[in-house]
């Protein structure tokens, strides 16, 4: 079996900033580890399904928040075509 926080530990932040050597690193991770998921199995699920339906064609996905595109900077080469 995995073990998942140390796998997750062992991918690239890429985003984020470097925080290895803060010193409150571990009595954060330590909080975090305490507190309840922010999503349930039966949401991963559902989006799971979802995005199974964007990915046949069935349905969109459409991106919102601070990671964003801003819609009016997309343009119509930018989309994907409709898939027959």
């Not at 062992?10 to 009595?27: K, V």
């Not at 046949?56 to 075509?81: K, M, W």
Request: charged share 30%.
């Amino acid at each position: 079996m995995i073990d998942t926080v140390s796998y997750v530990r062992s991918l690239p932040a890429r985003q984020q900033p470097d925080w290895h050597d803060d010193p409150t690193l571990e009595g954060v991770r330590h909080d975090l580890c305490r507190m309840p998921a922010l999503v349930d199995a039966d949401a991963v699920q559902r989006l799971s399904a979802l995005l199974g339906e964007a990915a046949s064609g069935r349905l969109r996905v459409l991106q919102t928040g601070d990671c964003a595109e801003d819609p009016a900077e997309a343009t119509p080469d930018d989309r994907c075509a409709p898939r027959t």
